[in-house]
């Protein structure tokens, strides 16, 4: 896969501001027209099929399947059957995420990341396991149980013993019986926090909890947590003392005339992805999170204006610094705010090289053109919304999109496309809007940096333009004698014409498989040197290396490149396979 | 008041939980008392005070106390008032009178009172625990699991997520359900609406009750006790239930174009009457067409727009309903519903010979509801109306029927002060003011009025010993009409808020505990925002 078609997911918090916004849902009609007769000759729908199978490949019956529409909420569902099959017919040509769930069963994932793309016709193979579980009992300081009290797994790390933010809710959760017996089951393997408490308040209950700080297990605060691991099908006990100690309180107003707000509260360092939430139904402006622990958070306020099948149209505050320190905080205001969009268009250009003649072109309600934004490197603002698939837009039949929900920072744009020969060739704006951002102009600006975007901004007039001609490389890592290839190995190539140095588009990696295998697609024809990356050893960041914006760090790629890179050549439309890279 | 100042004291109750605040000019009560179970003081649990009428006011504006390990509470900054205690102990519960009860206590808060010995006692609740597997004997995970009284009827499918007589069962197939009061229960398997089930993509299994049957009726009732655990109670459950999907379109009634982008929503039926609802996983495509999967064999119908609508910036611009859609054993398509154009209402509110500006501004702190009542056997229309600070409001999406309006509290502290008094069309009164669809209604009218007297009462009750519990209602009636209602603490004490000036009917119904409920009747003349304080003694009938 190249590296341009993978976005981060945040599948609890999304889930957690879905069903927010489910509740306040609705309906409005978008300003797209309808498709017109000239789509009939097209295919109106079709299916997505496919199996899911358990470690050994035994068929899995019984699991559910969602297809979502990459940027709607329409959801189709389907269950496997006695052979794991499943079926999902009368789907309308566009890009959807498929995912799976079993009770007990899981997909071995090295950390969260949003579910693959597939367009009808397509067939989708899950592999589960058997996820680990994690059980135990919660007593008080009496030794009595401690009875229907929340307990969450938190993951921290992956059985490679890298860290991971996996998910920035509540996590895994399960409510303690009678006895104050708990069981989280269905747990992707890796290393665990286990926490009791942490009430959510965004319902009108009042548990005896709400106002007391969680306890970690065995019977710890969150720098002092016990870590547990857990394996596939393993079974683990962790037993917490729970302290039941008074938290503080952190409360204020926040604009909500007419809308549901739910308002975040999270750890600053975000080490372990935990948040406090609570929702305010329309029409009630004050908010308060209690049970907080004293230290560093920050909080922001996040609605949604409107429901659209199509896209979401989301508010959200500014992001402010909340410090707890012994005492109740009262007095914080949030005002969400409406989010920037960008609007534009994607152009295409076919090539006339023979080679290139009969191939698949790129077809518009199967694209995605999905937008990233430049984590700084001193950047604290880091919070898990809005979903980057809220900001993923499809074109309309003429190629027109309008991508929404962007929180202020810096953006880049990327198409994903279902042809192969066909590649990114330039992104551009009105050079008006590139400098001053104000009155239209006929003259337009290539795009080779971020682009900034503040709250409210609406960005208009970008052209992704889509070449015909592109080629791909398949091939081997290959160390020099038992060289191991490492987990977060990448190839990298680097423009070798001089004239191509400052072409962006002409940067591009691809992660190396545990068997050496890797592949590059939609490569724009030309000539090439293929390097070897380890992701975030080297000396620019994971950003830097996605979009090498800035001269110097395109120079040093191009230099790195040129001293111990190998040089490959890509025709118009060519393949290049077994292609063999060694590994240094 | 203001409605700043309103905002405020809605702000600062809230904070009272914890924090002190300091309002010398507004009295506040007291209210403490004792937990205990089965005898033994009860750390941990929670008293409540629920403001009168039965309103639930969100978690943080809740009044609450925790108990400490001698099982005392106390909560203090309590703002004058009618209130209910209640208390929270998870797998415990209340026993009042030597009952289980789910009764709340009235408590009358008149001003910086200090009502003490409002205690609770709690039992441990009975357990029921087992399996839930398939004929095969392999564990069936995630399955509700729900324990039915012998007398009462179907709990609703709407529960609450931590209602504790229905659990689902882990990934074993145990489930163990907890804080049962005593009595004769069955156990079964499976949910009353599969469609929840199936439309979630879960398995589905027929309601099967304990061991393995299938009909209420010869399901062996479990006589539950306090404190006891009923072990090993497996049900054995067939296969999941086959789900299907409904395929059809969405076209306006009138020109039967195909309307792209509705939200459809999915209204479930058993025995002629609406079982529940799924919305907001569904909407029309460009051509107006829908897909519903994942239904259970059932009688459907697909309605628009879904019916989780409110707080929405853009009103439905259409409504309608399918016909009944049987679902047998196979998809159902080429389903048409059906839609018409909802109306447009607008007009302003003023009040009846008072203050304008600063009675509007007041309001501001007030929910109004519109609702529109379409006729018998139909779904009744009912969403906030927003009123500017100005007086106008305006709505969109409102679907046909005669025209209403309500008012509610905005929460705890709020006032009660207004009353609708009529609604005008066009300069006329009219209680059946018809909504057309697709109508455009411009020239409405709500006539408010503003009332903030108020009768504070204490029943004195000659013949009762001192100590003994008073419990009660008293009704305030203008001709026939009930315009107050209060409940009487176990002190004697009441407070009817909020009521407008003139002379009323006052009619008192005391319950002295151990003997039968006695009757007052007396007329009151109330001054406008002026307290009348009464003292009803009760004569025991000969």
Known sequence: MTKRFRVPRFNDIGATILLLITCVGGFAQTSAPPNSQSLSAEVQSGSITGQVVGERGQPLPGASISIQPINGLQQRIATSDTSGNFKVTNLDPRLYRVSVSLPGYTIDQPSRTEPPVYRIGENVRFQMIRGGVITGKITNAAGEPVILIPVRALRIRNPDGRGVVDSYSYGAVKFTDDRGVYRIYGLVPGTYVVLAGLVSRNTSEVTPYDNQTPTYAPSSTRDTAAEVTVHSGEEKEVDIRYRGELGHRVSGKVRSETFGTGVFLTPRDNEMGLFMMAYQPPGVSVFAITGVPDGEYKITAFQSLAQDPNTLNLALSETLAVSVKGADVTGIELTPKPLGRVSGQIVMVASAASECQGKRKPVFNEMALETKRNILKDETDVIPFPRSSWSTATPNKSGNFELKNLRSGQYFFSPSFFARYWYLQSVTLPSAVSNARSATSSKTEPIRDWIAIKFGDRISGLTLTLAEGAGSVRGKVKGDTETKIPPDLYVYLVPAEREKADDIFRYSGSKVESDGSFALNNLAPGRYWAITQVAGSAQLSPEELWLPSSADARQQLRRDAQSIGKEISIKPCQNVNDYQVILK | ?542
């Open chain 2, 1 to 542: 008041m203001t409605a700043r100042f309103s905002t405020l004291l809605l702000f600062c109750f809230s904070c009272a939980i914890q924090a002190q605040t300091s309002r010398p000019s507004e009295p506040q009560g007291t209210l403490s008392g004792r937990v205990t179970a089965q005898g033994k003081a009860l750390a941990g649990s929670v008293v409540l005070l629920w403001k009168q009428p039965m309103q639930e006011p969100l978690g943080i504006e809740t009044l609450s106390g925790l108990t400490d390990t001698d099982g005392n509470y106390r909560i203090s900054n309590v703002p004058p008032g009618n209130y209910y205690a209640s208390v929270t102990a998870p797998g415990f519960f209340l026993l009042e009178d030597g009952r289980p009860s789910r009764q709340l206590r009235p408590v009358v808060i008149t001003g910086s009172d200090s009502i003490d010995k409002i205690d609770f006692q709690l039992q441990r609740g009975g357990v029921v625990t087992g399996r839930v597997v398939t004929l095969d004997e392999k564990p069936l995970p995630e399955i509700t699991v729900v324990l039915l009284p012998e007398t009462a009827k179907e709990p609703s499918y709407n529960q609450p997520r931590k209602r504790p007589d229905s659990v689902k069962t882990d990934d074993r197939g145990i489930y163990r359900i907890f804080g049962i009061t005593p009595g004769r229960y069955r156990v079964a398997a499976g949910d009353l609406v599969t469609a929840y089930a199936s439309n979630n993509g879960k398995p589905a299994i027929t309601r099967t009750f304990y061991p393995n049957l299938v009909e209420e009726s010869k399901a062996p009732l479990l006589e539950i006790k306090t404190s006891q655990v009923w072990e090993n109670i497996n049900i054995k459950s067939g296969l999941p239930q086959s789900s299907f999907s409904i395929v059809g379109k969405v076209v306006d009634d009138q020109s039967g174009m195909p309307i792209p982008n509705a939200a459809c929503g999915i209204d479930i039926y058993g025995n002629g009457e609406i079982k529940g609802g799924i919305s907001g996983l569904n909407f029309t495509n460009a051509r107006g067409e829908f897909v519903v999967d994942g239904l259970t064999a059932g009688t459907y119908r697909i309605s628009v727009p879904s019916h989780l609508t409110f707080g929405t910036a853009e009103p439905p611009e259409y409504f309608g309903s399918s016909e009944d859609i049987e679902v047998v054993d196979h998809d159902v398509e080429s389903v048409i519903v059906k839609v018409s154009r909802t109306a447009t209402l607008s007009g302003t509110v003023r009040f009846e010979g008072a203050n304008e500006p600063s009675l509007l501004a007041k309001l501001q702190s007030v929910r109004v509801n519109l609702f529109t009542t379409p006729g018998p056997g139909k779904e009744i229309f009912f969403q906030r109306l927003v009123i500017n600070k100005d007086g106008s409001f305006s709505m969109r999406g409102v679907r046909p029927g005669t025209l209403g309006m309500s008012l509610n509290q905005a929460g705890v502290g709020a006032s009660n002060s207004f009353r609708i008094s009529r609604i005008e069309r066009a300069g006329v009164a009219s209680e059946d003011i018809q909504i057309t669809a697709g109508a455009e209604v411009t020239d409405l009218t709500v006539v408010m009025a503003y009332v903030n007297s108020s009768i504070h009462g204490t029943v004195k009750a000659p013949t009762v010993e001192p100590g003994v519990k008073l419990s009660g209602q008293v009704y305030l009636y203008s001709e026939k009409t009930v315009i107050g209602f209060a409940q009487i603490d176990e002190r004697g004490e009441f407070l009817i808020q909020d009521t407008p000036s003139g002379t009323f009917r006052l009619v008192a119904d005391i319950q002295v505990a151990g003997s039968k409920p006695l009757r007052t009747e007396q007329f009151v003349t109330v001054t406008a925002g002026a307290t009348v304080e009464l003292i009803l003694t009760p004569i025991r009938p000969n």
